[in-house]
Structures are given as C-alpha cells and as structure tokens.
C-alpha cells in the first residue's frame, strides 16, 4: 500500500501563487506515472496534472499556462507549481499515483487528507 501526504495549501488572493507537495511512502516503488487531483464543494474529484516516471506531463484544460506539476523520482515527492490563482481554483488538492492508460485515472482508494486551497476575489 501507498500513503500519500499533500502540503503546502493556503488562503490567497486571485492573481496569487502557492506551491503544493505531496510526498508518497510505502510501497512506493510500484508506482509510476503521478497525479495532481482537486475536489470542490458539490463537484467530483477531478484531474488537474499528471507527471510520468519520465517526466511527460498532462494538464486540465483549466489550468494550462498557470499550474507546473514536477516530481522528485529519489524523494518520492511530486510538486504542484501553481501561478494566477483564480477563485474557481478553490478545492481541496490531492495526489494519487495515476494510471496513465486509463486517462490518468487514479490508481489507489487511500487519498489521504489533501490540502485546501483557497482563493479570494
């Protein structure tokens, strides 16, 4: 099994920047290809970036141009870069290993506890 822990969430103004991590233990080395995920309040859990092992990236069409996924492969750790926050970018942030075959779908049940973001006009 995996654990993931995601950090770095916050209160910010519109036009703002945060930057989230996510660091993964356990079973760590299954996993490949990673993904940034968001919640809002009412609306489903959806993709916002993925990461390959590699280094191949996949962005929501909402966040293209403004959010950088990256990864530390040896720290097991992923990172959410994320520049001109807009109030509709307010959900809770999680990551999960991702299934890139399947459209990035997550990978595991456990999703840890995410980290709110929350963005002011």
């Known amino acids: 099994q995996v654990q993931f822990v995601a950090s770095g969430g916050g209160l910010v103004q519109s036009g703002g920047s945060l930057r989230l991590s996510c660091a993964a233990s356990?079973?760590?080395?299954?996993?490949?290809?990673m993904g940034w995920y968001r919640q809002a309040p009412g609306k489903q859990r959806d993709l916002v970036a993925g990461i390959s092992s590699g280094g191949t990236t996949t962005y929501g069409d909402s966040v293209k141009g403004r959010f950088t996924i990256s990864r530390d492969n040896a720290a097991n750790t992923v990172y959410l870069q994320m520049n001109s926050l807009k109030p509709e970018d307010t959900a809770v942030y999680y990551c999960n290993a991702a299934l890139r075959s399947q459209g990035w779908a997550p990978r595991f049940d456990d999703w840890g506890q995410g980290t709110q973001v929350t963005v002011s006009s």
């Open positions: 356990g079973s760590t080395f299954s996993i490949n290809a």
